[in-house]
């Protein structure tokens, strides 16, 4: 499968428990985006990666929240001390910049937190 | 910032029908805007995008408009199939925001034999 691919499918945890989910993009693209949905909600954009550079960060991403791209191929997500308000589908996306700054993106199957 | 806004936020349809989704967009900047399908605990999936500078565009079955003095883009299903129900987003980005999508808030799309 030459998709996005995102690791775990689901997660389950306790209220201040920290948790990590990673994301391998499609090969070659270079830019990397994390998105959030909670349920009937369209995704919401949270954070950005060109390469290794993360280059943007929504509000929506509090301090408790941080991602890396180290060698610009899979990034990581992690949430410290999670809150029940943190249960959703964490959406990786990723495409391929090539001047067109409107670039596709393609989407992974996400990861469902659930904070008990 | 951008702000999406999609009607309605559920449509039924019976087989063979047509069905129009409709989305507003705040930003005069935006110049693409994609449409994603995501079955219920699927990935979205792009089905179809359109860019600024052109009008309509046609995909087999799918086709989308925008209309830039209006800030309005739609997507259109003909003769619809029951594989088609799905929840339905449409998105906006522009350039100077690398591409980050905006979505709307979706429409669930049921297809009814």
């Known amino acids: 499968d030459t998709g996005v691919s995102q690791d775990p499918r689901h997660k389950i945890t306790k209220r201040g428990q920290n948790v990590t989910f990673r994301c391998d993009p499609i090969?070659?693209?270079?830019?990397l985006y994390w998105y959030r949905q909670t349920l009937g909600q369209g995704p919401e954009f949270l954070t950005y990666?060109?390469?290794?550079?993360?280059?943007?960060k929504s509000r929506l991403l509090s301090d408790r929240f941080s991602a890396e791209r180290p060698k610009g191929s899979f990034s990581t997500l992690e949430i410290q001390r999670t809150e029940q308000g943190d249960s959703a589908m964490y959406l990786c996306a990723s495409s391929l910049a090539r001047g067109n700054p409107t670039d596709t993106q393609y989407f992974g199957p996400g990861t469902r937190l659930t904070v008990l | 910032g951008e702000n999406v806004e999609q009607h309605p936020s559920t449509l039924s349809v019976q087989e063979g029908d047509s069905a129009v989704i409709k989305c507003t967009y705040s930003?005069?900047?935006?110049?693409?805007f994609p449409w994603y399908k995501q079955e219920l605990g699927k990935r979205p999936q792009l089905i179809i995008d359109i860019r600024s500078n052109v009008g309509e565009k046609k995909d087999q079955r799918i086709a989308v408009t925008l209309n830039k003095t209006a800030k309005h883009f739609s997507l259109h299903i003909t003769e619809t199939q029951p594989e088609d129900s799905a929840v339905y987003f449409c998105a906006a980005s522009s350039t100077g925001t690398a591409s980050k999508l905006t979505f709307g808030t979706g429409t669930r799309l049921q297809v009814t034999l």
């Open positions: 990666f060109q390469n290794e550079a993360q280059l943007e």
């Open positions: 930003d005069s900047a935006s110049n693409y």
């Open positions: 090969s070659e693209h270079n830019r």
